[in-house]
């Protein structure tokens, strides 16, 4: 029962996991491609009372190259998700590529909780008393003013298209449903809005991610559904487990029941992050590994009628590609998905209180062992880590659930190979709210720079993004004010 | 300077100070006409964070007597405004004489801070850090969950209409705005979502309380605004000053400038409270008074050329209409309208936090002194009274101003003869966001039981209602759910 609800909140953590490698005080191995200001603004600790006056700064990115303040031209708001905003903006190419054309003023806002933009310092985490308010709720309201700062200067305040990848996706779409006033429309990419309880079937994540193995070839998916047993049947035995480490080159030997976890929770963090991070091009957004890197994996699983240790010494090659395409890695450290970095953490604290995402696997429809989504367990164990317990309904109050059909200006896209397709909005609600399939597409490949390996649905994609750009800035109605002051 | 900042703040509690007299433990003036059971839901102190658990018992009035909950039938939901529940649900008859018609659950939600759904009990209004939790965001979000604690045992949810008057209004037509999914549609009567900084002119407000006496009488209206100079030509003198007290039979004799400035206040209060409660039949809304009270009270001023005394003595038999219709009270007490009940207070705190709704006077283009708006005091009474200052444009930030062109299926209602059709919405915002005028309509008479003497353009106006409302239901989609299991 531990080991399932441990595993539910690792799964949870996939968005975010994105970030594992990335998020800290520098960031090692982001290529810096575009260029900002570094900006600050100070908001309300708390937006939804008046019971103290503290504020924070909350941190954003500006490039004012194309834009020209006084004549109204756009503001794309990029709206920040659970990680360093540098990050961010360094991995959304898509914004940075048409701001040109529209002449648009880029910004980049940090998600409250996330990099720098921390509400208490250093004791933001420590205590409920100070990590209460992380909510979807407050980063919105943060956004909001934001925007009308950024709009305060002007006579005619500039339209606002908002972006976002994952929950930043969320965010955007968001903010357009419950802000219509502030922004004229949203780009959401990859955003599982419908990953809620009682909207999706839990198994369909983990059915998504299989369908990207089997893709690539049915053979690997099959030998990794089969590998499972295997391992049970190794470390089964101390000699079986010490094979394991030293063949997997793991950096702690397995010994204990929480070590195997640790290793099964790792790999299914691996499968799933490769799904997501299957560009057909290299990429090191999470991690380097070459284009198509499911397809480079399952070259060593070409044959699922293999058994016990001959299997699993493919397997290790084929996860190779995953931890060490660049051979510099000494071992394999299966803690490293459950570090400590702020991007995780947050993640977790959003999971265990409002953005509650059930998942589940059968063994039979996907590629995985036996998982059970009980949300009993799940709020128990979210009490135990985080002193709070989790609201399983509560985003359907907020945010309406699959009822959103009075949404307008939203742009819903989303990869048939991201796992988090499995919540997204995959059919158009009206004509001014629509839905974009990428066949190809892993997780908000639209939002990338385009590259010259981009599939045909995807440079597609892109030009609706623009379409309907253009459309909602033509369509856009300055604010009816007695006067042109801002917020 | 303080005079004006007082006075606006005053002006600002005409909305609650309908309440002045029936609020508190118990409702002496409460004819009951329509009973109910009450009920009471535990929701929490702040629903947008997660530092604390803390709940509180949030009262509400339900009324099954003609639903069918298994078969979905609708639930009209009146969004509590600033006072005790009660109080509205006695004055709300329309609601009461359309329920049967629809087969609909009637609930009166009572607005946090208000009534008797106090979130710290006696300590609710002693400090910003229990106070702070009373904003107009907190009381949708427990209007969001009552109404999915309603839908909870429902295998099919029941569609929510939504009815408010006033600030009600305002809350109904924002649960609309904010949450679509849940409630149909909103009824919005007379309720003032313009009257906020930057969208309506600050002098709108009292020259429409001067229309309502211009139209019982030009005389009435030219001898009010003469009386001014009069009343401070009087009061320069201690002899002048006996003369006003004696003769106007003041509780409380004039001595200081503070006991003027509550004879001014009150006086502006009066005349703006007619113009709210000048229906076509006598009622006891906010006190005794006969039909069409303004006309009454004007047959004692039919000549604006009398001077001094005898205007003044004129004027008090005008007012007397008012404050003594039933020839029971002693003594005019000019120190009631600033009452300590809760709801005053309440609305003065929402007023210097999120509700900003500038006012002004030429003594030209209406018939009060010259009155400037002016932010900056205002700002600061309001932190020297509750240690909060307000922030101008925050309900434009959240609710979106007069760039509402997305919101749906709510119908505004405004009486012509009312002053808060200054901030209303008086021209229809889409094919399912309209706006009714009535001409001849006080402050949200369309609400009110239906009566023989109310004019035809009321009539008209509840056929509306009922008309859009069973547009809305016809049109209702049960939630899109894997099973029907409430939220």
């Known amino acids: 029962a531990e080991y399932m609800g441990s595993r539910v909140l690792t799964a949870m953590m996939n968005v975010s996991s994105l970030l594992v490698l990335c998020v800290g005080a520098v960031l090692p191995t982001l290529a810096i491609k ?3 200001e570094i900006k600050y603004l100070d908001v309300p600790v708390d937006h939804f009372s008046f019971t103290s006056n503290a504020t924070f700064r909350l941190r954003y990115l500006q490039n004012a190259t194309h834009w020209r303040k006084h004549k109204a031209q756009p503001i794309f708001f990029y709206t920040g998700n659970e990680g360093d905003i540098e990050m961010f903006a360094q991995n959304t190419g898509f914004v940075w590529e048409i701001a040109p054309e529209f002449g648009a003023l880029v910004v980049f806002a940090e998600h409250r909780y996330y990099g720098q933009s921390l509400p208490f310092g ?15 709720q407050q980063a919105l309201a943060d956004y909001v003013l934001l925007i009308s700062h950024l709009q305060s200067e002007q006579d005619r305040p500039s339209p606002v298209i908002a972006f976002g990848g994952s ?10 449903m419950k802000y219509p006033h502030m922004v004229a429309g949203a780009i959401a990419a990859s955003a599982p809005i419908f990953q809620f309880s009682g909207l999706t079937p839990c198994e369909a994540f983990y059915r998504i991610v299989t369908s990207a193995y089997n893709s690539a070839s ?4 099959a030998s990794i559904r089969k590998s499972w047993a295997e391992i049970n049947n190794i470390i089964s035995s101390d000699a079986g487990k010490l094979w394991l480490s030293t063949n997997w080159k793991l950096c702690k030997p397995l010994k204990t029941t929480d070590d195997v976890k640790d290793l099964k929770s790792w790999l299914i963090d691996a499968y799933t992050n490769l799904a997501m991070i299957n560009y057909p091009y290299p990429s090191n957004f999470l991690v380097p590994v070459p284009a198509k890197p499911i397809s480079v994996m399952c070259t060593h699983l070409p044959n699922s009628s293999l058994t016990g240790k001959t299997l699993l010494k493919s397997l290790f090659k084929a996860i190779t590609v995953y931890f060490n395409y660049t051979g510099s890695t000494k071992c394999l450290d299966v803690g490293t998905e459950a570090s400590t970095n702020l991007g995780d953490l947050g993640w977790e604290f959003q999971a265990c209180t409002e953005m509650v995402m ?7 429809n996907d590629m995985f062992e036996v998982l059970i989504w009980n949300f009993a367990e799940y709020s128990d164990e979210c009490y135990k880590k985080w002193k709070v317990r989790p609201d399983e309904y509560r985003a359907l109050r907020m945010y309406g659930g699959k009822d959103i059909s009075t949404a307008t200006n939203i742009v819903f896209s989303n990869g048939l190979q991201d796992p988090w397709s499995s919540g997204g909005v995959l059919y158009n609600l009206s004509s001014s709210t629509v839905a974009i399939i990428i066949p190809e597409g892993a997780h908000h490949l639209d939002l990338r720079a385009s590259n010259p390996a981009d599939p045909i649905s995807v440079r597609t994609a892109r030009k609706v ?11 856009y109605k300055p604010p009816e004010r007695m006067s042109g002051r801002g917020l």
Chains 1, 2 share one sequence.
């Open 218 to 221: 049915i053979e690997c998916a």
């Open 465 to 475: 993004h623009r379409k309907f750009i253009r459309l909602w800035l033509q369509n």
């Open 167 to 176: 929950y930043g996706g969320m965010l955007a779409a968001y903010l357009r």
């Open 34 to 36: 575009y260029t900002y």
């Open 122 to 136: 250093n004791r933001s985490y420590t205590d409920p008393k100070y990590l209460g308010y992380l909510t979807s």
């Open 358 to 364: 059930p998942m589940c696997s059968d063994g039979h």
